[in-house]
Structures are given as C-alpha cells and as structure tokens.
C-alpha cells in the first residue's frame, strides 16, 4: 500500500483542531472546526477516490507498535470506507447547524464534536481490538457532554440514561474481547475474522458483544435511552447521534458478531427477528403519538434500526447490502430531519407539534426540503431511503415471510406518522402569528440542506456508487456466513412429484420444521 | 435519441423547471413548460401508438441507467415499449395534456398555479416510468411515485384540514396494498432469482403446480404471488376494502380528479395485472379471487355511487365501479376487454370529471347536487360534453350496429364473463349487469339533477355568497341593485348567473368528447375482435379462443345491457323529473338501506375503529406503560434510584463537574485496557 498514512491523518486533523478550538473564542473555534472537518472532507474524498474497488480486502494499512504488545493499526475495507465517508460528510454540516446556535462554552463545545469525530474515524478504522474498544468507548465521551452541558432542560437525566446504557454493554463486551484474544493469540481483527471459534464459546461471546451492539443500535426494549439524548441533545448533537454514532452498532454486528461468530449468530437470529419485529411495530406506533418532534424522529429511528438488524441476519447478499445502505440512508435521512427539526427550533425554541403548522406558507423552500426528506424516511422509491429497505426486506424473505411481512408493515406505519407529522407542522393554516412570522431558510441553512438532498437522490437512483465499494466485502462475508446459514422457509417445490407418500411424509415434516422456526421467531 | 425517452422524461423536466424555477420564470412561463411539454410528449406517444396499430411496430427495451444490482439481483431503469404500453402512453399523456390546458381556465384565480402544474408534470412522469417499466422494481418506483403526485394534489390546498387528511388517507391506504406489492416482488425474486418482467413471464408456467411455504402454511405459488401482487393492485385501483381513499380524494382539485383518479393512475392495477396476465393464467384461483373482487367492487361500488350528493364523489363511485368491471374482466380472462375498457373509460371519465369541474366552476364551487337544476340552458356547451360522457358510460348503442365508447368495451366485458363459463363469472355477469342497470340510473340521476328541473340554488351558500360579493361589488360600483338585497327571486336561482367556461377549459371537454364518441367504434377492432393477438403481439395473454365464445353468446346476452340501460334511465326520469317527490318517499320506506348506502357501507367508521384508533391507543400504551413505566422504571431509574440512595452522586453530576468526570472516566478506560494487555 502506499505509504502515506491518510488515515492517521484523518485521525489527527480533527484532534489538532479540537486543541486549537479549546484555545479559541467562540468566532475563531467555530471557524477553526469548520476548516478541519471541511479538511476532513476533502482527505475522506481522498480516501475514497484511492480505494481500489475490488483490490485487496484491506487497504491503507498502517501498524505501528506502542507499548506492552498495544498496537496502533488501521485499515479499511468498503464496509469502513462508507462509514467513514458518511461521518466526514456530516460533521461540517453539524458544525454548521451549530453554528449560531451554541453560546456558551463554545471553544470546548467544537473541540468536543471534533474529538467525536477522530473517535469515530477510528472506530471504523481500527484493526486492533483493543484499539477498537477504546475508540467506541470513549466515543461516548464527548456525546456524552455535548448532551449533559449543551443540551435542554433535562440534559442530566438524559446524559446519565445514555451513559448507563451504553456502559453496561460494553463492560461485557471487553471481557469477551479479552476471553478471544486469550484463544486466539491475537488482537488483530482480521485474522480474528477468519478465525473459527469454538461453537460453544461462540454463544457467549455473540451474547457478550450483542449487549453492547444491541444498545448502541439501539434495539428494542434497550432503546429508551435514544429518545430522551435526541430530545435533550442540541441539534448538532442530534445529527451525529441519529447520523454516525447510532450505526456503530451495526457495524458492530457486521465486523465483529457476523463473521467472527457465524454459528451463533445463526442461533441466534431467531432472536434479534423477534427484537427487531418488536421494533418496527412497537416504535412506530409509539412515534404515532408523539408531540415532539424530535422524540418522533428518535422512535422512527430505531424502527429503521430494527429494519437493518433483520437484514443483517438475512445471511445472504441482499440482506447484507441492504442493511449498510439503511445504515448510510438513515445516517443522511435522519441527520436531515433533525436538522429540519434544528432550523424551525432556532426560529421558535419548541419543539412542541402543535406549535407549528402552515409552514408551507411562509416557509415554502423548508417545506420542499422537509418534503424530501419525509418521503425518503418513509421508503419512497427513487429516494435512498428505498434501495436499502427494500434489498433488506428482500434479504430476510428468503429467511421468513413472517418476518418480511411484520416488518415490512414498517412502511405502512412509517407513512403514517411522517406524513401527520408533515401535516401538522408544514400544512394547515397559521394558527399562531409567531410561527407565521418565521423567515424561510438563510444561506446557511440551504447550504447544509442542498448536499443532503442531493446525495438523499444520488443513492436512491444510483446506488451503484455505494454498493460498488463493499460488494467484494459482502461478499466474502456472505460466504463466510454460507456453513451457518439457516434454511429459508419457502423451500419450493415443483410441481414434478415423485411417489405420493414419500414426499407426503417429507413434506409434514418439513412443514413442520419451518413452523417451529416461526414459533421461535416470534 | 430514442422518443420514449422524450415522451417519459420532458414532464420530468418541465416539473423541475415549474416546480424550482417559478420564482424566477414567473407564473406563465412555468405553465407553458409544464403544458408545452405534455403536448410535445402527447404527439410523440400517439406516434409511437400507431404503428402498433397497424401491426408495423416491434417490443423495444431502451436502457437508461444501472440502478441495483446485489447479489443475483439486477435490475436497471429501463423504457419498454410495446403494444400495451402504447396503448397507455396514448391514454396518459393525451388525458394529462388535456387535463394542462383545462388547469389553464380552472385554476385560473389559484394564487399556486407553478406548483400546480409542476405536480401535475411530476404525477405524468411517474406515471410513464410505470408503464415503460421492464421490471417489478421500476414499476413499483412509477407506483410510488404516482402515488406521492396524488398525495401531493389531493393536499394542493392544504390550508384546508380535509384536503390534507384525505391526502393523508389517500397514501396510508395506499402503502397497505403497496405491502402487498412488495411481499409480492420478494416472493417474485426468490421463486424465480429475478425481477425482470420477460423473464418471469417466460418461466411463470414452468412454476405451474409447484408449491411454497408461506407464512408456516404451504400454498400453490403462482397463487401466492399473484395474490400478493393483486392486493397492491387492489390498493391503487381502490378494489373494496382498500377503495376508502378514492371519495375522499375528490378533496383535490377537479382537473387532478380527472387524470389521477379517474384516467390514469386509479387504472395502474388493471395495467399491471394485464401486464402480468401470463403469470396470472397460472394460476386459476388467483384469477377467481381477481373475478370476485372486482365483481363486489363494481357491485358495491354502484349502489354507493346511487346515494351520493356531491356530484365528484358519485363519479367517484361511477369509477371504483368501472375499475371492478375491469378486474373481473381480467379475472375472466378478458384481457384485451380489460384495457380495452380502460383505453374507452379514460376519455369519457375524464370528459365526465372536466364536465363535472366545469359545472363547478359555474357554479361558483358550489359541488351539491341538491343545490344544481336547470343548468342546461345555461352552460350549454358543458351540458352537451357531459351528455355525451353519460351516454359513453351508460353504453349506448345498437348492438351490431354503432354505439358509444363504453357500449363497445363494457359489453365486451359482459360477454367475456358470460362465455367465460364458471359458475364464478357468470356471476360476475349478473352482477354487471346488475351494476350496469344502476350505472345508468346514477348517472342519469347525475344529469337531471343537474341540468334539467328548476333551479334550486338559493339554497346554496356558495351561490349566496356569490351573489351578495357580486352585488356589494354591483352597489358600490355602480350605484344600483335592481334585484334587490333580499336575493327574493322566485325562479330559485338567487339572482345568481352561472358562466359558460373559457375556451381552455371547452377544448378539452370537446375533444375528449370526441373520444367518447369515437373510441369504441374506432378501435375495438384492434383491442378485442379475432386478430387481436396481432394487434397485442403477447404483450398480454390474449384468448383466441375467448374472443370467439364471446361472438356465440345467446342474443339475450348480447341485448342484456340495452335493457338495463333503458331501465335505469327511465327510473331515473321517474324519479328525478316526472315524480320529485318520488325520491324521498322511497328512500323514507327503505331507511335503513338507504342510510347504509348513504355512509358508504360504513366502511370508513369500520376502519376508525378497528385500525386507527386501536393503533393511536396502542401507541400510548407502549409509550406510557411499555417504555416508560416498565422498561425505564426497572432498567435506568432503577439503577440511579439504587445509585443515589447508596451515594447521592446523582445530585453532583451537574454540568461543571462533567469535564472531570468524564476524564476520569477515560483516564481509568484506559488504564484497564492497558493492565490486561501488559499483565
């Protein structure tokens, strides 16, 4: 690989920033963060424009030893690169929608999301366990301040709520982390990807790293931290939770539970249906009734979530790809609706429903914005917000009507409570004068809506350019997966018949296999 | 470059440059782009349609762009062009561009008019991507996408809390069978590894007989799939039980009554099952489930549409009901009848709707019938159109001789459902024909309402209003009010003078008048006489065989339909012109009934009941009991309740001791990390 190491500068640009803002007053730090995410931009365009698609599995690799057998060792693969280029991608638009909005204690606040974003590079990144440990623990770190010192009336409460959470997961995480490296003698991830782990051991490391995954997704019932950080959390703070920090988990899944422990996950994925039908259903009807409007975005949220934790125990191609696409979707989709919700918040400081409507009619370019990002949160075609859902949905098919049919009811329900949220806010007649009052978007506004919208379209009409970048990963994934994958329960068969009573009996007993499977996915 | 690309992508760009760029092109300039091009697009399209019909034109597929490729699954945005989508494309596009210009004289006073258009461009696009479709994927993206046009148009004024819940309505309801749709597409891929619509036609009858689990059951396949395909079919075509959002549809604006729920997108279930007729001839209980749901629908649609007041929401009805005539034709095998009733149905639903917007327009919006009379004398050129409308869908004509627009296809639909043979279509028959007698009592209850018996406007508040801003204007203006304030006129009119339309608006109600006229005697050769399998060219399944029974019906069969066309209009002129008082007297002997028609089954109280508030109340039980009251109360609050009873840390966890706390926090991460690896 060439030997210049981009990533590390990646990693560094951010953190030389977040020193400098700490130092700085607030128009200086704000401008300072600007740059280096913008800096960060332009390196992850770099990175992507140096990928080689369908070169070897692991590119950009650097290792350097630190101390005591602790490795600094990075490097991408498709899966990572996608997740990277969504994370350079929205924190200029975060430092953006904070741009007017945070006051106080601002050098501290930049220099916070600009160490959440070396942290998140570095999770995507990381190639050594432990590396990746520190990386996505420490990642709550500054979220968790950004929440607890920047956000609402609540802001205690919500930050201890998010950081009990997330901390319980991961206690269990590093005890199975230490448990692998003890087995297998490395903490390198690649070859801990390829290594076969004992079937019986392979149960509680999946549960160890499933409570941690299961709550950074988050999965129902492990969810109710995420509404009240979204709610509390300013925008910007939203944005990167709903954006970045939510799709660790299922990169968790996809990088750790998957490959390293495929005949758990097998077992297992009865399991993660059942939590994920619970989701969809039981999250979207609660985000039916909400007043606020973030906390509504919050519960769709995990009912997206729900849709990319089946599409990743699909174990096949379509399932997989899908479950990624909702993840970079749902980073653009939900990090624009909460930065819709931020615009009309800084005009109103509410984000009471039913303080709002008619904003069609003096807001007639947010509505347009806002529009878009609705239908694309809701799945329509032609919008990124499908491709992903429908190859998930296609993906778990194969594995259990049933479940594609409880999830699929998803796009019902999910048409349901954007479109009255839309209805409430963006239409009807100005029932208050201050919200009639509310300018349309400024040019900063439009400048962090437009990029959005504009890779919203891009992936909903040529995914191409994102699927292409992971295929051979998935790929190599999926045929990892193939020894454990469990058997569909469609199970065709054609109408050519061979003698009457074998294949009766056959049949019942397949028939009934598949039945028991279903009991268990409920 | 190839026409079909212009014919499908100029209404995207001219949506673009209405929709984005009124604000600096102005008002006029975004109307003629958005009508100039569905003109332009029209032309191209009926080019395109002619040499299918002389029989010189061959399927072409016309690539555009990769659009997803995972796995074994492939598919890209393509433009297929054959018979049956130019028989569509001449339907859309000609109705769409109508429906433009009459946009011009109806929305005239609408301070929105870019928007307007530029979603009625969007809508025609969608609507040609589903159409052109090559795959179940792109068909569903064109599905999709009419259906955000209609959401969009149906909520055009969305001041109005009506609009916006119908709209709502229109696309929940929809997304129910689009489920249908979707399972139907997964299925699709996983019995035969793709999406593309040759293929699957192609090795649809080598699944013939073959079985699948589904649901822990296990069922036939085709039936299965064509099932599931057909409930998102039932969706858009609004078939009982997913019909609810079409009435309230009527929120939109007329001109959109006219193209999306009358010509074009309500027909997407007929055009997709037509396109998919080979798989469905797989299987024949699919076909039976097909057959029976249009039948109720054409049923219940008909006797609902015989109740209605409002003069768009009995077209409304008059529609579902034709949409049901449609499917069973389908489900009979009928195909060519099938479209051919919605090539016939999109001219004169379209002139009835435009006729019925034209009125309004008149008569000041006001849309209640009981408030109409007497019109004929007065807007006499939209009276003739809808004359002409109610005769191309009551289906009058002389069998063997000549006849109207829908005497040609509805006929046809009869007697393919007679000579089909099953005890399941000749019932379908008795049914038509039972819902042909009231299609003809409606809609001739429709015209004597309207245009002949006296005026009853003044009871109108549309026309009081009307009349009083006219006379306040007249008072100051000129100083005088010879018909005095009270608005006393004894003739019921109010002193209220209702307009003829502009010439915008008249072109259309004329041409499509035309094809009303025309449409049937033109081109039912083609769609539906021995031969038509040339003409079709296996674009759809096409039954030889059927075509001929249906020339060996008996006579009374063939006759059957004048019949009931003549009774139902001569009840209607008992009813509604020679006996007035007739109506209420009836509908005071059978009150029950009556108000079961009236509230429409009951249908939409059903579903408040049984899904919407169950699912709001069930919301709040897992938000309020689930979350908060068990998950939290247990999970977090528990925890801290522990933590703070031992140590009281909670209360200093304020905002200034977070920077240290959090650093060691981070500090004893790492030197835990650091002690396992360097033991």
């Known amino acids: 690989m060439s030997g210049f190491p981009i990533l590390s500068l990646m990693l560094l640009v951010p953190l030389v920033g977040a020193v400098a803002c700490l130092l700085a007053n607030r128009e200086a730090a704000r401008m300072i963060a600007l740059v280096a995410t913008l800096v960060d931009l332009v390196l992850g365009a770099v990175l992507w424009s140096r990928y080689q698609i369908g070169g070897p599995q692991w590119q950009f690799q650097e290792h350097a030893s630190v101390f005591a057998g602790f490795e600094w060792k990075l490097g991408i693969d498709g899966i990572a690169l996608l997740l990277i280029a969504l994370t350079v991608f929205l924190m200029p638009v975060c430092i953006g929608a904070s741009w007017n909005a945070i006051e106080k204690r601002a050098g501290e606040y930049y220099a916070n999301f600009l160490v959440m974003e070396t942290l998140m590079i570095g999770v995507f990144s990381a190639q050594d366990l432990f590396l990746f440990y520190i990386m996505f623990e420490a990642g709550l770190i500054p979220m968790y301040l950004i929440i607890g010192i920047w956000g609402g009336a609540d802001r205690i409460y919500a930050s201890y709520k998010f950081f009990l959470y997330t901390l319980l997961g991961s206690v269990l995480m590093l005890i199975a982390m230490m448990w692998m490296v003890n087995e297998a003698g490395t903490s390198d991830i690649p070859t801990l990807m390829a290594y076969n782990f004992p079937v019986h051991a392979q149960t509680w490391l999946w549960l160890a790293f499933f409570a941690s995954f299961a709550v950074k997704m988050p999965m129902w019932p492990t969810h109710t931290w995420l509404p009240d950080a979204h709610v509390q959390a300013p925008t910007a703070g939203s944005v990167i939770l709903a954006g970045v920090l939510l799709k660790m988990g299922g990169y968790g899944f996809i990088r750790f539970s998957l490959p390293m422990f495929p005949e758990a996950s097998a077992q297992f994925a009865p399991l993660i249906y059942g939590l994920s039908m619970a989701a969809v259903v039981i999250t979207s009807l609660i985000a039916l009734v909400q007043h606020d409007m973030k906390k509504l975005i919050a519960y769709s949220s995990v009912a997206h979530m729900g849709i990319v934790t089946v599409g990743l125990f699909a174990f096949n191609r379509q399932g997989l790809e899908g479950s990624m696409l909702i993840m970079l979707s749902h980073g653009l989709v939900a990090g624009a609706l909460f930065l819709a919700v931020g615009v009309i918040y800084d005009r109103l400081h509410t984000r009471e429903i039913d303080r709002y409507g008619g904003l069609a009619i003096n807001m007639p370019a947010y509505a347009l914005f806002f529009m878009l990002f609705t239908m694309a949160s809701v799945g329509l075609p032609g919008t990124s917000g499908f491709v992903g859902e429908f190859l998930s949905l296609m993906g778990v098919y194969a594995q259990s009507s049933w479940v594609a049919l409880v999830c699929t009811t998803g796009i019902i329900l999910g048409a349901a409570y954007m479109l009255y949220l839309y209805r409430r806010v963006v239409f009807g007649v100005q029932k208050h004068a201050d919200t009639a009052a509310m300018p349309d978007l400024d040019k900063r506004e439009w400048a962090m809506m437009i990029p959005l919208a504009a890779a919203v379209l891009w992936m909903g009409i040529f995914p191409e350019t994102f699927l292409a970048p992971m295929r051979k990963d998935i790929a190599a994934l999926d045929a990892r997966l193939a020894q454990a994958r469990p058997k569909g329960d469609a199970d065709l068969r054609l109408a050519a018949i061979p003698p009457a009573s074998a294949t009766h009996e056959h049949g019942d007993a397949m028939e009934h296999g598949s039945k028991a499977e279903h009991e268990g996915a409920r | ?679």
């Open chain 2, 1 to 679: 470059m190839h026409p079909i690309q212009l014919i499908v992508f100029l209404p995207l760009l001219a949506a673009l440059v209405a929709g984005l760029g009124a604000r600096l092109i102005g008002k006029v300039p975004a109307k003629l782009v958005t009508t100039g091009a569905l003109f332009a697009s029209c032309a191209l399209s009926w080019m395109t349609f002619l040499p299918f019909l002389s029989g010189s034109a061959e399927a072409s597929v016309v690539p555009v762009l990769q659009w997803v490729r995972s796995g074994d699954l492939d598919f890209s945005w393509a433009l297929r062009v054959d018979t049956l989508t130019a028989v569509m494309l001449v339907v859309i596009t000609s109705v769409s561009a109508l429906v433009h210009l009459y946009s011009w004289g109806y929305m005239d006073e609408d301070p929105d008019q870019p928007r307007f258009f530029a979603y009625l461009s969007l809508f025609t696009f969608a609507m040609l991507m589903l159409v052109t479709a090559d795959n179940l994927v792109q068909m569903f993206f064109g599905w999709e996408g009419v259906g955000l046009a209609s959401y969009l148009l149906i909520g055009f004024w969305f001041r109005k809390p009506s609009a916006n819940a119908a709209a709502m309505k229109a696309f929940v309801v929809n997304r129910v069978g689009d489920l249908g749709f979707m399972m139907g597409i997964f299925g699709t891929f996983l019995v035969f590894g793709t999406v593309s619509i040759p293929a699957i036609l192609a090795a649809a009858p080598g699944m013939a007989g073959s079985t699948i689990g589904f649901l822990g059951y296990r069922f036939d396949t085709m039936t299965v799939l064509c099932i599931l395909l057909f409930i998102g079919a039932m969706g858009k075509s609004a078939q009982l039980g997913l019909h609810t959002w079409l009435p309230d549809a009527m929120e939109g604006p007329t001109p959109v009554s006219a193209l999306i729920h009358a010509a074009t997108m309500v027909t997407a279930g007929v055009f997709m099952v037509c396109r998919l007729s080979p798989m469905f001839e797989t299987s024949p209980v699919a076909l039976s489930f097909v057959t029976a749901v249009g039948a109720a629908t054409c049923f219940f649609a008909a006797t609902v549409g015989t109740t209605q007041t409002d003069i768009k929401r009995v077209i409304a009805y008059s529609t579902c009901s034709q949409l049901g005539y449609m499917f069973f034709a389908a489900g009979v095998g009928a195909y060519g009848a099938a479209m051919f009733h919605l090539f016939t149905h999109a001219f004169f639903k379209a002139l009835l709707f435009l006729g019925a917007g034209s009125v309004i327009h008149a008569m000041h919006h006001e849309q209640d019938m009981r408030y109409y009379g007497g019109l004929r004398k007065h807007i006499p050129l939209t009276f003739w159109a809808m004359m002409m409308g109610t005769l191309a869908i009551t289906g009058v004509g002389i069998v063997d001789v000549a006849g109207f627009a829908g005497f040609y296809s509805k006929d046809a639909i009869l007697e393919a459902a007679y000579a089909r043979g099953t005890g399941l279509s000749q019932m379908a028959f008795f049914v038509g024909i039972f819902a042909a007698l009231l299609t003809s009592f409606y809609s001739w209850r429709l015209m004597f309402l309207t245009f002949w018996g006296k005026p009853r406007w003044e009871q109108s508040e549309h026309i009081q209003h009307a009349v009083h801003d006219a006379h306040g204007h007249d008072d100051h203006a000129h100083g005088h009010g010879d018909h005095g304030h009270g608005h006393a006129s004894h003739d019921g009119t109010a002193g209220y003078h209702p307009h003829e339309s502009p010439i915008s608006m008249l072109l259309p109600l004329a041409l499509l008048s035309v094809g009303a006229v025309l449409a049937g005697f033109v081109f039912h050769h083609a769609f539906i006489s021995e031969g038509g399998g040339e003409f079709w060219k296996g674009s759809l399944a096409f039954s030889e065989h059927l075509i001929h029974a249906m020339h060996e019906v008996p006579e009374w069969v063939k006759w059957a339909p004048f019949g009931v066309m003549l009774t139902g209009l001569v009840i209607a002129y008992v009813a509604y012109i020679a006996n007035p008082g007739l109506p209420a007297a009836f509908t005071g002997a059978v009150g029950p009934l009556y108000r079961f028609l009236l509230n429409k089954w009951y249908f939409d109280e059903l579903y408040t009941a049984v899904f919407i508030r169950p699912a709001m109340a069930l919301g709040r039980v897992f938000w309020k009991v689930g979350d908060i009251g068990i998950i939290d109360r247990f999970g977090p609050n528990g925890a801290a309740a522990l933590v703070a009873r031992s140590s009281r840390i909670a209360v200093r966890l304020q905002s200034g001791y977070l920077n240290s706390y959090a650093l060691v926090m981070l500090v004893g991460l790492v030197g835990a990390v650091s002690w396992v690896i360097a033991r």
